[in-house]
């Protein structure tokens, strides 16, 4: 593979990780009950539910500001679905769109310089490589939260591994040598 292939390729690989980690996450906050599904504590966005509605509102926003189209929600704390089966769909639909827009970039699309605003309204210009970098990382810091109020509610046993080794070895981008 030439130095260009693994360069599209590494985000190809991360966004068809985020949506394994999210299903996995997904699976496992379904096993909570409600009040602990709600249950402000104390992480940024108060809640698993809160957690869960700013990594939409996030991925939407970052999408909208990469793509030009789709929702911008207007504040990084809006609730946009009230259930757990209404956040999930559209946490499937996301990861899907998200997936389709990375296997249609290539190295000079990668290299581009994105320009856009924060929702502040300060005015930004990186290169996309560097954006999606932010992107990828931005969910897996908040998947750490929901993983940690997730073990505190189910026990580590209850959580599921969302380490990006194992999604490697799982999908084949790793092997037993």
């Given at each position: 593979?030439?130095?260009?292939?693994?360069?599209?390729?590494?985000?190809?690989?991360?966004?068809?990780?985020?949506?394994?980690?999210?299903?996995?996450?997904?699976?496992?906050?379904?096993?909570?009950?409600?009040?602990?599904?709600?249950?402000?504590?104390?992480?940024f966005?108060?809640?698993?539910?809160?957690?869960?509605?700013?990594?939409?509102?996030g991925?939407?926003?970052?999408?909208?500001?990469?793509?030009?189209?789709?929702?911008?929600?207007?504040?990084l704390?809006?609730?946009?679905?009230?259930?757990?089966?209404?956040?999930?769909?559209?946490?499937?639909?996301?990861?899907?769109?998200?997936?389709?827009?990375?296997?249609?970039?290539?190295?000079?699309?990668?290299?581009?310089?994105l320009?856009?605003?924060?929702?502040a309204g300060?005015?930004?210009?990186?290169?996309?490589?560097?954006?999606?970098?932010?992107?990828?990382?931005?969910?897996?810091?908040?998947?750490?939260?929901?993983?940690?109020?997730?073990?505190?509610?189910?026990?580590?046993?209850?959580a599921?591994?969302?380490?990006?080794?194992?999604?490697?070895?799982?999908?084949?981008l790793?092997?037993?040598?």
């Amino acid at each position: 593979m030439t130095p260009d292939q693994l360069f599209v390729r590494r985000y190809r690989d991360l966004a068809a990780y985020n949506a394994w980690a999210n299903r996995r996450l997904y699976a496992a906050v379904g096993r909570l009950d409600d009040g602990q599904y709600r249950a402000d504590r104390g992480a940024f966005f108060g809640s698993v539910h809160g957690t869960l509605n700013h990594l939409l509102v996030g991925d939407r926003l970052w999408t909208r500001r990469i793509t030009g189209t789709g929702d911008e929600p207007a504040r990084l704390d809006t609730i946009l679905f009230r259930t757990l089966p209404e956040l999930a769909e559209a946490r499937t639909a996301e990861d899907a769109r998200i997936s389709a827009h990375m296997d249609g970039l290539d190295a000079a699309a990668l290299a581009a310089e994105l320009h856009y605003a924060n929702v502040a309204g300060a005015r930004f210009v990186q290169p996309l490589a560097t954006v999606l970098d932010h992107f990828f990382n931005h969910q897996t810091h908040h998947r750490g939260q929901l993983h940690c109020l997730v073990s505190g509610f189910l026990g580590n046993e209850g959580a599921p591994s969302l380490d990006l080794i194992a999604f490697q070895r799982e999908s084949g981008l790793a092997r037993p040598g």
